[in-house]
């Protein structure tokens, strides 16, 4: 299979309106290679793109047997398997950002950082805390600039969220720390113990 001829289908058809057709190559695609970063990115975007086309009922009734599906695989620690079932249960629900969320994690515990990112970062426009969840994820693999973002989005949606004020607050320091606007020479008389911790607001 031809990954990324695929997932530039998908994104085209994506942006001529056909929100289904990109899912359905998405879903080809993460069936193949489950850690595919762009192709979870690309199916959570299509899929919520689908949420104005088809009924709440039907959804929830369809997406039915893929939560008791992931369920299962959850009980027998099959974490390859639940993040299979809960991305058919939220493909059938695209209502339900839970269920991507859940996807999401499921993603993340068997191990496909990258996909979980992707998933997260999609949803990241509708939950915060999937937003911060893609923060945390993009912070781990070293991305400030993208954790950052993703921190602001999850604060615009709630500015009250506490858990994404912090990480903010903290990878904000150490990228000033690490900014390159600070010379050998004026670095040399800075206490950068004492820098980092009224940065990270240790000191109040």
């Not at 990324?4 to 929100?19: I, M, S, V, W």
């Not at 800075?190 to 980092?196: C, I, S, V």
Request: glycine content about 6%; aromatic content about 6%; some cysteine.
């Amino acid at each position: 299979m031809n990954l990324k001829k695929h997932l530039d289908r998908a994104e085209q058809a994506l942006e001529k309106g056909q929100p289904d057709f990109a899912a359905e190559l998405c879903d080809q695609v993460l069936d193949f290679a489950p850690g595919e970063h762009r192709a979870a990115n690309l199916l959570a975007q299509a899929v919520l793109a689908c949420a104005d086309e088809k009924s709440k009922l039907l959804g929830k009734i369809g997406s039915a047997p893929a939560i008791i599906a992931a369920k299962f695989q959850k009980l027998i620690r099959n974490p390859d398997g639940e993040a299979s079932s809960m991305r058919r249960a939220f493909m059938r629900d695209p209502h339900s950002v839970d269920k991507g969320i859940a996807w999401a994690d499921a993603l993340e515990r068997a191990g496909y950082a990258g996909a979980a990112l992707g998933a997260y970062s999609a949803l990241s426009k509708f939950s915060g805390a999937a937003a911060r969840a893609a923060g945390d994820l993009a912070a781990a693999q070293g991305d400030i600039v993208d954790a950052l973002d993703h921190y602001q989005i999850a604060l615009d949606i709630n500015p009250r969220d506490t858990a994404a004020m912090r990480s903010r607050k903290n990878l904000a320091a150490e990228q000033a720390l690490q900014s390159k606007q600070y010379s050998d020479e004026t670095a040399s008389g800075l206490d950068t113990d004492a820098f980092r911790r009224a940065a990270l607001g240790e000191d109040s």
